[in-house]
């Protein structure tokens, strides 16, 4: 069975602090795909990334940072120097190759104070 | 990018009737698209996965009756909630596999239903 782990459901930052959501999940595939989406108030889904499970590479997008460690299955997600536009509900998520469908975590709430 | 659409992005019915929410794949073809529901405060869960000209697969305790889902083309899927009940109230997702770019999955905006 899948299965992906948040286990902060809330975090509160001030401004400009650096903060890390974890995301730790649970796969017997070998081949898998890995994301990060961020959902704002009025619901749309933002696409952040997706990582395939052979690609260990971290990666960098502006404030933005992922960290795929496969010995521990979890997929951290940093924001550096966080903005208040950053505030929304943000949700890791696994898929299997081939279109399948996804298996979302239970989403961990970000408010970031001015 | 590819861009999925739903139609309405809300609606407010009364119980007892049904109402139905479309998924459009506007720039590719979709096969396969994904029906999941969310409740406030909640994950997005999967209800059904719709295949293009077949059945669709529910997933465990969810009442195909009750949910009732058409991909009658390439491009278009739709849910249809029938006797709706307040409990059905939540924010419905679709998403859309591109088969012809390595099966990526594109999601719509969402439809919000209330149901007084």
């Known amino acids: 069975a899948q299965k992906v782990t948040q286990a902060q459901t809330e975090i509160s930052v001030v401004e400009k602090e650096d903060v890390t959501l974890d995301c730790v999940y649970e796969?017997?595939?070998?081949?898998?795909?890995l994301f990060w989406y961020k959902q704002p108030p009025s619901g749309e889904l933002v696409f952040l990334i997706r990582?395939?499970?052979?690609?260990?590479q971290n990666e960098i997008s502006g404030r933005y940072s992922w960290n795929f460690q496969k010995s521990t299955s979890s997929f951290n997600f940093t924001i550096t120097a966080s903005q208040v536009v950053d505030s929304a509900v943000y949700f890791c998520?696994?898929?299997?190759?081939?279109?399948?469908?996804?298996?979302f975590g239970p989403g961990t709430r970000l408010s970031v104070l001015p | 990018g590819a861009v999925v659409s739903q139609h309405p992005s809300w609606v407010i019915c009364k119980s007892g009737t049904s109402v139905k929410i479309e998924c459009r794949s506007l720039?590719?073809?979709?096969?396969?698209m994904f029906w999941y529901r969310q409740f406030p405060k909640q994950s997005l869960m999967l209800m059904a996965t719709?295949?293009?000209?077949?059945?669709?697969?529910?997933e465990q305790g969810v009442e195909k009756d009750k949910f009732l889902i058409n991909h009658a083309s390439l491009t278009l899927s739709t849910l249809t909630v029938t006797s709706a009940h307040p409990e059905d109230s939540s924010f419905y997702i679709c998403?859309?596999?591109?088969?012809?770019?390595?099966?990526?999955?594109?999601f719509g905006p969402g439809t919000r239903l209330t149901v007084t």
């Open positions: 998403s859309a596999s591109d088969q012809s770019a390595a099966y990526e999955q594109y």
């Open positions: 796969t017997r595939d070998t081949t898998y795909y």
């Open positions: 990582r395939n499970s052979f690609d260990e």
């Open positions: 998520a696994l898929s299997p190759p081939y279109g399948q469908n996804f298996v």
């Open positions: 720039d590719f073809q979709a096969t396969t």
């Open positions: 719709s295949n293009e000209g077949s059945k669709a697969t529910y």
